[in-house]
Structures are given as C-alpha cells and as structure tokens.
C-alpha cells in the first residue's frame, strides 16, 4: 500500500485534539469506558452466579446436565420450579445478551457525554444485534 | 455424556483458550474442530458452543482492555455495523447449510492461517528489520472528523502512543467479511479482524487486538442466538466449554510471558494444518482413521 505522505505525531499534541472544545476528550470517554466495562463486569457475574447455583444443584441431586435447551417463554416457570437446566439455560443466554446490554450501556454513555454520531453507531449495532436475536425465532 | 468426557472437553476448551491467546487467535478456531473430529461432535453442537465460549471470553477479556484504553471504543462500534451484519448472515447461512461446506470453509481458513505464520516467520525482512509495531502515521482527515484517532500507554515500553485510523471505508467493508466468517464457523472473527485493522488501517497491534477483543462478543452474539433459537445449544457440551474457555483465558496471557513463544510457532502451525487438513477431508468425504 502506497503511502504518500508520513509523519510522526509530536508527543505533545498527544494530549488534546486540537478539533475538540471543552474538557479533554480523554476524561469525556472515560465515562463511556466505565459503562462499558461495568455492564461486562454486571453480566458476568449475573451469569456466573446463574451458572454456579445450576451447577450445584446438578451435583447436590446428582442430575446430569441436559442435552438441550429448554425454549426461553418456560424458563421463568421451570425457575420457579427449581429445575437445573433453567438456572443454566438462563446463565447462557445472560452471557448472549450481556454484550447487546453493553451496546445499550455505551450508547447511553455517548448520549450523555453528547457524542450524538456514536450515539447512532451504538444504536444501529443494537438494532442490527435485535435483529439476529428476534429473526431466528420467526 | 459422562462425566470424563465433560471433563475432557473442558480441558480441550482450556487448552484451546491458552493455544489461542499465546497465538493472538480466539479458541474457537481450535474448539470447532477438535469438537468434531475428536469428540464425534455435531458441527451444528460444535459451532454454537463455540459462539458461546468466544461471548464468554469477549465478556471476561474486554475488561482489561478497556481500562487500559488498547480498545478504540468509536473504531470498535464503527466497525461493528458491517461485522455485525455479515455475523447474522453467516450465521443463517451456517445453521442450515450441509456441514461439508462449513467444514470446507473452515478447514481452507485454518491452512490459511498456518500458512500466513509460515510465510511471516520465514520473511527475512521480518527478521533483519521487524515490522514496527506502531505504522508510520499519516493524519487522515477523515478518521479526524470521525473521532476515531486515539491515545493508550504502551506497558510494554512505557510509552504514550497515539495513532489514526486509515482507510477508514476499507476496514468497515471488510470487516463484514470478518464477520461473515464469525456467524458461519462459530469462532470470533479476530485472526481476521486484528490483520484488516494493523495492516490495512495501521493501527498498532496491541490497539488491535484489544478492540477485536471487545467485538468478537459482540459479532459472536449473532450466532449464539441464531443457534440458540434452532435448538442447536447442548449444554453439556457449552459449559464445559465456557468454563475451559475462562480458566484457559487466565493462564493464556500468564504463559505467553513465560514462554518463548516464537519457539512455539511451528508447533502450533503443525496443528493448525493437522486440524486444517482434517476438515477439508472430512468435508470431501475421506475418512479419518479415528472414526
């Protein structure tokens, strides 16, 4: 690939984008950092303790895990029920949503620090992610 | 399944997930195989855990990441809007298609990768000038007007490095590619994605596969639910798979400082042609003498 024309950046226009007002762009994305990484963090856990707790009652009542899924509308009454496989089915699909919930989380974020263009990106991800998580059900 | 094979395809995941992280790839591109020639398990089975995990890890891993700043958060949801859309397509595409074609398509990408390692560490240019690791910078205007020009402190060399995307146009259109090949073949997308984003966007490594780090999960999700809705999740081959998949992707980076990886090179691309060779057999129908 051709190259016409390079230069290095000097280290001390590093700090701050001359296109940019206001308070540096570093401490703006931080926010939207932190939303990312929290909502990660949130969802994993959730999931962990999901599939923990299904784990335990797999070897407590000495089943064996299933071999396939039970259909998403009869995990709350299998939950209720107490059954295994619904405490692990729901720590899966926690673990399938958690990064369609981070692109929720990072939207809001870009929304809030006023970065509208991102805002969109984030949100056209979510649709196009909404759409691969409703059209195999149709 | 008894509880050994659980057990074995747990340590297989871990294996893949430390395989894959001392390589730069995700694990999925050792899981899918293994689970299927080894184990005699259906591809459809394979591949979907295989999403799963790659969730999982993208999940666990991205944090890192993103606190240090290697993932370009802007670059990384820009990109997505195409990788995004060719996962959902490769994935509707896998979940019906007649497995030889997947295997095919798989097989041919891993004798791809290996000999893309062949050909980087045998490059004499590579060895007497090594490629750096930062590109030269040329200030693109519009990666300026999009924002996409970021800062991150290089560990490594305590060194403060900023770059700006090139080609912006380019990287978003193949990312789709990047993704198509994640939604069919289960796997995440980075030993695709990390290339189109150092070589052709001359973003440095490290920046990279940070923010493949971050999208993979997100591609992955594609076909996770894709596979979840048709009924083709078996937990008993997911969790183990996802439990493997954590542990490998602590020990991974722990190891990778330890071990002289460059020595490992041509160990892992024997398996990956190993692997590679297996499948585009399979899928023209010779039979392995395991089966």
């Given at each position: ?19 940019v007002?206001?308070?540096p762009?570093?401490?703006r994305?931080?926010?939207?950092y ?15 303790v ?21 259909s ?9 029920d ?10 899966i ?7 369609v919930?981070t ?10 620090i ?25 | ?10 340590v297989?995941?871990a ?12 694990g ?17 089975f394979?591949?979907g ?10 999940v666990?891993?991205?944090s890192?990441h ?8 802007r ?23 007649d497995p030889r ?64 995307p ?9 990312s ?13 997308g980075?030993?695709?994605?990390v ?25 992955a ?23 493997g ?18 020595r ?18 399979e899928?023209?129908g ?6």
């Amino acid at each position: 690939m051709a190259v016409t024309e390079q230069h290095t950046i000097p280290e001390q226009e590093s700090r701050v984008s001359p296109t940019v007002s206001g308070p540096p762009r570093a401490d703006r994305l931080d926010l939207v950092y932190q939303g990312a990484r929290l909502s990660l963090m949130v969802g994993f856990r959730v999931a962990a303790v999901l599939l923990a707790v299904g784990l335990i009652l797999a070897i407590v009542r000495g089943e064996s895990l299933s071999e396939e899924t039970i259909s998403i509308p009869d995990i709350p009454a299998a939950l209720l029920d107490g059954e295994t496989s619904a405490f692990i089915d729901l720590a899966i699909l926690t673990l399938i949503v958690t990064p369609v919930f981070t692109s929720v989380v990072v939207a809001l974020a870009f929304a809030r620090i006023g970065d509208r263009l991102y805002m969109a990106v984030s949100l056209i991800v979510l649709a196009i992610l909404s759409v691969s998580l409703i059209l195999p059900a149709l | 399944m008894g509880l050994g094979e659980l057990v074995a395809l747990g340590v297989v995941s871990a294996l893949a997930a430390v395989l894959g992280s001392m390589l730069g790839l995700g694990g999925g591109v050792f899981m899918v195989p293994i689970f299927t020639l080894f184990f005699g398990i259906d591809q459809k089975f394979a591949i979907g855990a295989s999403a799963i995990a790659v969730v999982a890890n993208s999940v666990v891993g991205s944090s890192v990441h993103l606190r240090t700043r290697l993932t370009n958060l802007r670059l990384a949801m820009l990109l997505q809007v195409t990788t995004a859309i060719g996962a959902t397509i490769g994935a509707l595409f896998s979940v019906g298609a007649d497995p030889r074609i997947v295997n095919a398509i798989f097989g041919a990408l891993l004798l791809y990768v290996a000999l893309s390692m062949i050909r980087k560490a045998r490059a004499p240019s590579a060895r007497a000038t090594p490629t750096p690791d930062t590109p030269p910078q040329t200030e693109d205007a519009r990666s300026l007007a999009l924002r996409l020009d970021a800062t991150f402190e290089d560990a490594a060399t305590q060194r403060t490095i900023r770059y700006v995307p090139r080609r912006v146009p380019v990287g978003v259109g193949l990312s789709g590619g990047a993704g198509l090949l994640s939604g069919m073949l289960g796997i995440g997308g980075g030993v695709v994605q990390v290339p189109i984003m150092n070589l052709m966007m001359g973003i440095p490594v490290k920046a990279a596969a940070g923010t493949s780090a971050f999208m993979v999960g997100l591609s992955a999700v594609a076909t996770s639910a894709v596979y979840y809705a048709d009924g083709q999740v078996n937990p008993q081959v997911v969790v183990p798979a996802i439990l493997g998949v954590f542990v490998g992707s602590q020990v991974g980076p722990r190891l990778t400082r330890r071990v002289a990886t460059n020595r490992l090179v041509l160990v892992f691309v024997l398996i990956l042609l190993y692997l590679g060779g297996s499948m585009v057999l399979e899928a023209i129908g010779v039979a392995l003498p395991w089966q």
